[in-house]
C-alpha cells in the first residue's frame, strides 16, 4: 500500500472567524485550529476569573446506537458504560490487548440505545476502527459523526450565566458530566457540562452549518462579563494547572490507566469481558512509575521530554511543562519512580538543558477551583 | 508591528542599533515576539563577557517554547536590561523600544545585517 500524501489541514465551520480575529493559527493533530487570539495569559485568566469561547471541532465524535450499544461499548472500552444515566456523561478510556492505552475520551448516553464517544483528533480515526471492530458481534452500529458536529466549549465561573442568557434549558439542573439536548441562541445543540480547563463550564455539539451563529451569540452574551475567545495555547495551560492529562504527554499506547494514576477508570467488575482486562489485572498491581506534579523554585520552564534527576541520576520524566499563569512560576507533570513520589521529596531537579534545576514534587493537581 | 527604518536586522531575528559611542543597543523583533507569543523569562548575556555574532548569547522563554537568543554583532556586554528581567512581558509589548535586551561595545560587525525592507521581505511581510 502506497502512504498517503499529508492532506492539505482541516478547516473547521469557525475558520473565517477565527481568522477575522486575527488567530495565531497552528496545524494540531491535521487541523488548522486557533493558537491564540492575543496572549494567552490573558486568556488563560480569562477563563480563570471570567469566560473563554474555545473551538474544539476538531474532536472526533463516534456515535453508537442499537439496543446492545451499551453492552457493546462495556465490551470496547474500560469502563462500565452500560451504567451510565441516559443524559450523563462519563470519563473512559480504550486500551489495547496488552492494556496499552489507545486513547482517553469521554462518553455521553443521550438515550437507552443512543451513545456519543467524543475522542481526541490525533486519534479519532484509530478508535473508529477499533470500536467497530470490538462491537461487530453485537446489535449496535458504529457512525462516523465526526462532521456531524462543530463543539464550542464556554469555560470559566462567568459560563452559566452567559449561557442562562442564550437557553431556557434547565442548566441549574445539569450537573457536571451531564448533557441534554436543548437550543441555545436559537440553535439546537447538545449541552453538556464538561470542559478540560479546570473552570466550570460547557461543551455545545451543533450543526458546522450553525456554528458561527452559535459563536456570535455567546460572544455577544459573554463579552460585557469579559469573555475572550481561546486558543489551545491556554487550553493546554488551563489543563495543565487542573493535573488533566493530555494524550501523548501523560497517556500513551506504552502506558496502562495504572501507570498514569487513572486506574479508576477500569472497571474489572462490569458484566462481559472487555478488551484489555487480564493485561490490566496484572498492571494493576505493579504500579511502576508515578504521575506527580513539579513546581520550580527558579524560572526556567521544564519541557516534555526533560529528564528529571536526583542525586545526579535520572528518576523521571517530565510529560508535560509550562509556566502556570495562576501560580506565577513553571509547573510540569512527570513521571518519576515510586520512592521520588511522595510530596515534598528531597532533592529532586529537571534536566534543564544539562543545568540541573530544583523542583519541588507536589501532587495533582496544581490547581482546584474552590466554588 | 513595523520594523523602525533606523536599525539593522539579523536572519535570526535580533535587532541592533546604529552605535552611539561604539555602543549599540540589541534586541528581538517584534516579528520574533509575536512568534514566541507571551515570553516569561530571559536569560541574558553577563555584564562583561564577549557576544559574537552568529553564535548563542542567551535564551528566550515562552508559553509553549524555548529559544535560543543570537548575538547580531561581536564584541562586550556593557549593560543588560534588568526592566525585562524582572518583566519579560516587555519583550512583547515593546520589543523594539522597552523590551530592549542588552547593550554591546561593538567590536565586528557582520557584513550581512539585513535594512528594514530586506527583513521586512524575508518575514514575508
Known sequence: ?371 | MSNPQQLRYSKEHEWVSAAEAGVSTVGITSHAADALGDVVYVQLPEVGSTVTAGDTCGELESTKSVSDLYAPVTGEVTEVNQDVVDDPALVNSAPFEGGWLFKVKVSEEPGDLLSADEYASFTGN
Open chain 1, 1 to 371: 500500500m502506497m502512504t498517503p500524501t499529508p492532506a492539505a489541514p482541516r478547516r473547521t465551520a469557525l475558520d473565517a472567524l477565527h481568522r477575522a480575529l486575527g488567530a495565531t493559527m497552528t496545524d494540531f493533530a491535521g487541523w488548522d485550529m486557533p493558537l491564540r487570539y492575543g496572549s494567552e495569559r490573558d486568556e488563560h485568566n480569562a477563563v480563570r476569573t471570567r469566560a473563554g469561547l474555545f473551538d474544539l471541532s476538531h474532536m472526533g465524535e463516534i456515535t453508537v446506537t442499537g439496543p446492545q450499544a451499551g453492552q457493546a461499548l462495556d465490551h470496547a472500552l474500560v469502563g462500565h458504560i452500560s451504567a451510565i444515566a441516559v443524559g450523563r456523561a462519563r470519563y473512559t478510556m480504550i486500551c489495547q490487548e496488552d492494556g496499552g492505552i489507545l486513547d482517553d475520551l469521554i462518553v455521553y448516553r443521550l438515550g437507552e440505545s443512543e451513545f456519543v464517544v467524543v475522542a481526541n483528533a490525533s486519534n479519532a480515526q484509530v478508535v473508529l476502527d477499533a470500536v467497530t471492530a470490538r462491537v461487530a458481534g453485537f446489535e449496535a452500529d458504529v457512525r462516523d459523526d465526526r462532521d456531524a458536529y462543530a463543539l464550542i466549549a464556554v469555560q470559566g465561573p462567568e459560563s452559566p450565566a452567559i449561557l442562562a442568557s442564550l437557553t431556557d434549558a434547565d442548566l441549574d439542573g445539569l450537573k457536571y458530566y451531564a448533557g441534554l439536548p436543548g437550543t441555545v441562541a436559537g440553535v439546537p445543540a447538545l449541552i453538556a457540562r464538561t470542559g478540560y480547563t479546570g473552570e466550570d463550564g460547557f461543551e455545545l455539539f451543533v450543526a458546522p452549518a450553525d456554528a458561527e451563529k452559535l459563536w456570535q451569540a455567546i460572544t455577544e452574551a459573554g463579552s460585557p462579563a469579559g469573555l475572550v475567545p481561546c486558543g489551545l495555547s491556554c487550553r493546554d495551560t488551563l489543563r495543565l494547572e487542573a493535573g488533566m492529562p493530555l494524550y501523548g504527554h501523560e497517556l500513551t499506547a506504552d502506558l496502562t490507566p495504572f501507570d498514569a494514576g487513572l486506574g479508576r477508570v477500569v472497571k474489572f467488575d462490569k458484566p462481559g469481558d472487555f478488551v484489555g482486562r487480564e493485561a490490566l489485572r496484572a498492571a494493576a498491581d505493579r504500579p511502576v512509575r508515578k504521575l506527580v506534579g513539579l513546581v520550580a523554585e527558579g524560572r526556567r520552564v521544564p519541557r516534555a521530554g526533560y529528564p528529571v534527576v536526583a542525586d545526579g541520576k535520572v528518576i523521571g520524566e517530565v510529560t508535560s511543562g509550562a509556566p502556570s499563569p495562576t501560580l506565577g512560576k513553571p509547573i510540569a507533570i512527570a513521571y518519576v519512580d515510586a520512592e521520588h513520589a511522595a510530596p515534598g521529596t528531597e532533592g529532586v531537579g529537571v534536566d534543564i538543558r544539562g543545568t540541573h534545576e530544583p523542583y519541588e514534587v507536589v501532587a495533582l493537581p496544581f490547581y482546584k477551583r474552590t466554588r
